[in-house]
């Protein structure tokens, strides 16, 4: 929480020398196109990430964060994909995202998901028999993002996020307040968001082997790093959260955030 309120107050103070240098504070249009997060400025603090409607005062902006007056998720509670999966609709400031990881197995159009990672038989332990309605599929980077200009396996309506809109949450929430309080090792998650961010592991594509379960949990985004993608993992043991180019091979979970 203490993070979430310095970084808004950083954020505040950028937009106040901002104001001082030209009179007035000029907030970006809507940032359209996820594939490569062409348009995306800094010019008001990374917090808010340049997504702010267009003519927003700051003021607006940021009191109805701190206040739960701004709604991200317009009301809606959850979304269903194709496969009749249902996932609840969860507030995170500026966006609103999946509260639970996907486990889809078909595109938006019907299509079939050709690249899932799945967890072999032995994973099924007494400890967590229903491995995928706990922590859901595990896919490659192309599988996840490639129907439709950044939809990915996402629902009608959402999209794979962009690393700037990963960046968003991880500036103002700890990890802590991401996690689940169940299956994480150690068992330090608040969940106080409501994301309920699970530690499904991912599948190392070079070693060719399931890895980390319930120690760290991997988020692809849609951005493209040269050969690689860029993901971020999150990990109870350190507390900590970080951005990193991997193998676009490697299998890891995905979260959607609506379109707006």
Known sequence: ?????????????????????????????????????????????????????????????????????????????????IDNNTYPAVDLGLYCWTGTNLKTKHYANGDTISDIRTYPSDVHTSSIPNIFDIFGHLYTWSAATQYNAGQGICPNGWHIPTESEMEYIMAAYDPEELMATTHWIPNIGTDITSFTLLPGGRYNSVLGRYEDLLVHAYLWTIKEDGSYAVACAFGAACSTTEFFSSERTNGYSVRCILNY
Request: include cysteine; charge should be negative; hydrophobic fraction near 40%.
């Open 1 to 81: 929480m203490m993070k979430r309120i310095c970084s808004l107050l950083l954020t505040i103070c950028a937009c106040i020398a901002v104001f001082a240098q030209s009179g007035s504070v000029e907030m970006p249009s809507l940032v359209s196109g996820y594939a490569n997060n062409e348009g995306i400025t800094s010019s008001v603090g990374q917090i808010f990430d340049a997504m702010a409607p267009e003519g927003a005062s700051i003021s607006i902006l940021t009191e109805g964060i701190q206040q739960g007056e701004q709604s991200a998720c317009q009301d809606i509670t959850e979304v269903t994909d």
